[in-house]
């Protein structure tokens, strides 16, 4: 087999590889993931958050109503706190909508005894057995005022039999970040130690979204090393781990539940499931309460729709370690935010994602075009030198040794490299799959349209060829989805398969052939966005190619 043929082959196949393992693969298990998954540390004399509890699911609307209230709402959120166990346990985003052009809007927290209960606590726990503290079921005053807004914090108390007050003075901004100041006010003459804890609690697992090219589930970043555990890996075992600094939470593809931990005090994470998701922090050093004395305590709470500027926002104004990694950006991270940059500043420039991707898309051909134009000059005079290697061929047909020399003096004479074709594809690669990230994780691109029938750019194209882009009235299968965008990639990839020198193995052609038939479906489910980056990616290489082949001659090899 010809060399080129061979690379060929090899460059398509490490393709399809790299395809299935971002894509469909789960990730290679080692024996340093499994020391990692196993490790768990040494034993604390912080006290336990358990809490035996007997919830009997409801409604979401009969949930919110069976306990006293205070609301809060900002630009961003409304919602309400719970005075029965003083938790964050009702949250909407007021600027997305659960479906496009819907009216929902997008509900994250919920009471604990709802099906979908999702929802946060704080407080102070402690190892003597005889303090009453206050609990999930202890029912919380609210003092001055009566609505939480980014002008107006609110002040919760509860206090127990013994003399001991505990107070919560909570606050928000105008966007997602709620500031918890806890107090214990000890007006006995008695000691006390206290730890400060805080904790998100989810019922059950979402729907999950990816297909292994996503992180969804429970997440942190923990002295400077990013956590990520599946929720049925914690369904399994356990993690616990002790930190000095980081972050904690419970991540979707769009949205972010967390906590930040104390600054400048150890602490140590827990992510369990006993009948429900728990991702905590308790610290690990006890503060004193003396006689007569109050000790206190602060905390932040994010519960953020994962915007870049409202995540990298955050991380750097309250200085929370790799907060930014919250988007799950991928290994191709270095790649993949740039791009989004590139991508959100042409946005800003043309006020659409759909021209944002195109101008990209010339960006990217820009910066590659020397590395382009090397390529098809080789492939030029490689389709130039076609005629000769077929007469190579049938002269030394029956001596496979002496064809491979004269195959090889041929591209030395004439200063082709047969590997020089694959460049293009293999610079293409790690964008196409930084692109797709882009479009599959960041909210950005969430419910934005491009111009006809594309209406959210982060979803396939929704027409098929199986009822004539909709002319015919009825639906089609999801699998026969293939529409007019990934139709014009294919045809597009066909022509240009076509400027390229033809395999000279009858078979491979063949193969070849087929390859913009099997992209074709193979992107069809994909992002509009991605599809349409590909297809202009390909009118701007053919361009290229047929200017570079026009200027390439080769010499009548005798």
Not at 104 to 111: D, G, I, R, S, W
Not at 392 to 404: A, F, R, S, T, W
Request: include cysteine.
């Amino acid at each position: 087999m010809e060399t080129r043929n061979i690379i060929a082959a090899i460059s398509l196949s490490a393709a399809v590889i790299l395809l299935y393992t971002l894509f469909f693969a789960p990730p290679p298990v080692t024996q340093e993931s499994i020391a990692e998954k196993n490790k768990t540390e040494q034993s604390s004399d912080a006290p336990s958050l358990d809490q035996k509890e007997n919830i009997t699911e409801i409604s979401r609307e009969q949930a919110l109503s069976e306990s006293e209230r205070i609301q809060f709402e900002n630009q961003s959120i409304i919602g309400s706190i719970s005075l029965k166990g003083a938790a964050i346990d009702d949250l909407t985003f007021k600027e997305y909508n659960v479906v496009l052009n819907g009216d929902e809007k997008v509900n994250l927290l919920a009471p604990r005894n709802a099906k979908e209960g999702y929802l946060i606590e704080s407080g102070f726990i402690t190892t003597d057995k005889n303090v009453e503290i206050p609990n999930s079921n202890s029912i919380w005053s609210v003092s001055g005022n009566k609505k939480l807004t980014a002008q107006s914090p609110i002040k919760l108390t509860w206090a127990n039999d013994q003399g001991i007050t505990f107070e919560k003075e909570i606050s928000i901004d105008d966007k997602f970040l709620f500031t918890v100041k806890q107090r214990v006010i000890n007006s006995t003459n008695n000691k006390y130690d206290f730890y400060s804890y805080g904790q998100i609690i989810r019922n059950e697992a979402p729907e999950i979204t990816n297909f292994y090219i996503l992180h969804e589930g429970l997440v942190a970043t923990l002295d400077d090393e990013l956590i990520e555990e599946d929720y049925d890996d914690i369904e399994e075992k356990k993690f616990s781990r002790t930190a000095q600094k980081g972050w904690l939470g419970i991540g979707d593809k769009y949205w972010i539940t967390s906590l930040i931990p104390p600054k400048g005090k150890e602490f140590k994470t827990t992510f369990d499931y006993k009948n429900k998701f728990r991702a905590n922090f308790v610290a690990t050093e006890p503060l004193e309460l003396n006689s007569n004395s109050s000790i206190e305590d602060k905390m932040q709470i994010i519960v953020a729709a994962k915007r870049v500027d409202v995540i990298d926002g955050y991380a750097e104004s309250l200085k929370i370690d790799k907060f930014d990694l919250t988007i799950d950006w991928g290994f191709l991270y270095f790649i993949t935010k740039p791009l989004f940059f590139g991508i959100d500043y042409f946005f800003k420039l043309l006020g659409n994602y759909g021209l944002a991707i195109i101008a990209i898309t010339i960006c990217i051909r820009l910066a590659f075009f020397p590395l382009a134009n090397f390529s098809f000059r080789s492939m030029a005079k490689m389709k130039a030198l076609t005629p000769e290697m077929t007469r190579l061929k049938e002269l030394h047909k029956d001596d496979k040794m002496k064809l491979q020399q004269a195959m090889m003096a041929l591209y030395k004479k004439e200063k082709v490299n047969p590997m020089s074709g694959c460049l293009p594809i293999l610079v293409q690669i790690p964008v196409f799959f930084a692109l797709y990230k882009v479009l599959f994780v960041t909210i950005e691109m969430r419910h934005m349209p491009f111009y006809g029938w594309i209406q959210d750019l982060s979803e396939r194209d929704p027409t098929s060829l199986f009822n004539l882009f909709g002319l015919l009235p009825y639906d089609v299968p999801s699998f026969l989805m293939i529409g007019a965008w990934p139709i014009a990639m294919g045809i597009s990839m066909f022509v240009q398969m076509k400027l390229n020198p033809a395999p000279t193995d009858p078979m491979q052609a063949k193969i070849f052939m087929f390859f913009p038939l099997f992209l074709t479906i193979i992107l069809a489910p994909f992002p509009a966005g991605l599809v349409i980056y590909w297809t202009v990616n390909n009118i701007l290489t053919m361009a290229q190619q047929v200017f570079i082949m026009k200027r390439t001659t080769v010499k009548t090899v005798t």
